[in-house]
């Protein structure tokens, strides 16, 4: 998580001191991209600390709850979506340039905005709709993220909803099974339909 974080602000630094700085689209995306990972590996920079602490025997280091949970699952998902659809949003970019031939001016006043605003908007959706369904939970890494309430072992053999009193207050199998295959789905295969789409129309 250090490394990368590092990475992305070097690289940052970089476009800021190329030539062009940011005022090209295209160094803007790769701005917007590095933003993503560094978000994403802000998720493990914690040590563990930020997991609900009833599965120290489980999760090394846990010493959070429920809502320390929901603020990792947020850098978890957040970030796991924009680096994907930014990258997405960095295909279709010479797709405008090489095939159709637009200008920097046609897509900074046209397209570039939609680069932008699609990915928060789809990483801020995805967030908000796995929270409503429950589905941001431990997820055996030492962070949250999309998945059920089923990997510790003490929900192993538990009815969906039981809890241990005493011990453990999250309920085993918390979570929509449905809607958390749905989201992971949605955000593995769309981006990498886009990207192949848009290098095959180049090539």
């Not at 369904?133 to 431990?138: A, C, E, K």
Request: proline share 5%; glycine share 10%.
């Amino acid at each position: 998580g250090m490394i990368s974080v590092i990475s992305s602000f070097t690289f940052i630094w970089m476009l800021r001191r190329s030539h062009d700085g940011l005022s090209t689209p295209q160094n803007r995306v790769l701005f917007g991209l590095c933003v993503s990972d560094i978000i994403y590996s802000c998720t493990y920079l914690h040590f563990g600390m930020l997991v609900p602490k009833e599965l120290d025997y489980w999760s090394w280091n846990a010493r959070g709850d429920m809502a320390t949970c929901h603020i990792t699952g947020f850098l978890n998902v957040i970030g796991g979506i924009l680096g994907p659809f930014y990258n997405a949003s960095l295909c279709v970019l010479p797709l405008i340039i090489v095939k159709y031939q637009k200008s920097d001016e046609y897509i900074r006043n046209k397209i570039e905005l939609f680069l932008h605003v699609v990915p928060w908007l789809i990483a801020f959706g995805w967030y908000i709709f796995s929270l409503v369904m429950g589905n941001i939970n431990p997820n055996g890494a030492g962070t949250c993220g999309v998945t059920l309430y089923t990997r510790p072992p003490h929900c192993s053999g538990m009815e969906v909803g039981s809890v241990t009193e005493g011990l453990f207050d999250i309920p085993c199998g918390r979570g929509n099974a449905k809607a958390a295959i749905f989201t992971v789905l949605f955000g593995l295969i769309i981006p990498p339909i886009v990207m192949i789409t848009c290098l095959t129309m180049i090539y």
